[in-house]
């Protein structure tokens, strides 16, 4: 069966390799600490799941929801905004559901991606922003984020005609998987870039809970213009530990929201509504749970960073995500790297190449596993490998 381009255009997964010799490892019984992924290892908060199994069992919930959400689910996303941001947005028209941030970041480019068209797309990055631009049929011009710059794109060094030619700007932060943050002075110059170059921005602010030592990461569309040039992504995943929920959203531009919600009505028809209540119930209850959890990976976080510093790292603790983005020590790149740490450590990291090619000569760590898991990886990989040349 031959399949469409655009499916073969997609990238190989450059993880088979590492997922093959992890088989190998835990088939000769080896104990594998994983801190590959992504995925919060906690339980969603109980009154949320309380909510869901009181409304599934309400008939009311088991019919098609409306594509973009029921209108007391996005009051509940604009009462949120504007007690963590003090942003207004209009629940009617400013905001749409989404299956989790992922669908709608995946649809976006089908929205306003034509065959040959541009998107801005940050190096390393979340795949799915290139992914999407790919399958609409566009091309991803990548923005190297690189450390001197803070991880942030230099946007005054994307030559004009492609700023100008390109339609959405894509940007996530505090970012997976370089852990930086961006402040209001950098989201005004993204909105100013935008309305020079007539493009849209699309904000994933997937981590904008997770975040330490008191740091309040600013929302997009708290920058003076936002509303006029893009929107926000985000979800209850990461912040409530519902990550296998499905349920987010975008807000923002009425136009980008309108046109979402369009694709969305021709593609899926929503989220379930009874998950789309305990949702409410996740953003409008108590935020204690989100507090509680913001210190178990700040813990694990400074674990992470004793950890590697003991080894011969020199690194800052990350103020936001649940990820240590660290440098490869010298002689190695970031596969050859993580392949010595799963074969003499029997530890799993990510190497830095797999999100893009500017994430070659890094690896990430995810926090994703208890405290005392990451300080025997950490203690396994010094046993294995000692101290560290840069
Ligand atoms: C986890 C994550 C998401 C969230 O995905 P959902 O589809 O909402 O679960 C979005 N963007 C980034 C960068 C992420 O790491």
Known sequence: MKEAKRLQKLPPYLFARIEK????KKAQGVDIISLGIGDPDRPTPEHVIDKLVEQAHNPENHGYPSSVGMLEYREAVADWYKKRFDVELDPKEEIVSLIGSKEGIGHISFCYVDPGD???VPDPGYPVYGIGTLLAG???YYLPLKEENGFLPDLAAVPGDVADKAKILFINYPNN???????LDFYNKVVAFAKKHDLI???DAAYSEIAFDGYE???FLQAEGAKDVGIEFNSLSKPYNMTGWRIGWAAGNK???EALGRIKSNLDSGAFQAIQHAAIAGLSGSQDPVKEMQKVYQERRDAAIDGLNKMGWTMDKPQATFYVWAPVPKKYNSSEFAELVLEKAGVIITPGIGYGENGEGYFRIALTVEKNRIEEALQRMQEAIGKVEF
Do not use: F, M, Y
């Open 118 to 120: 541009i998107n801005l």
């Open 21 to 24: 010799k992890i088989q190998e």
């Open 255 to 257: 136009e980008v929201v």
């Open 138 to 140: 566009g091309e991803p």
């Open 177 to 183: 998987p370089t852990g930086a943050l961006a402040d």
């Open 217 to 219: 990461p600013p929302s």
């Open 201 to 203: 921005i699309c904000h």
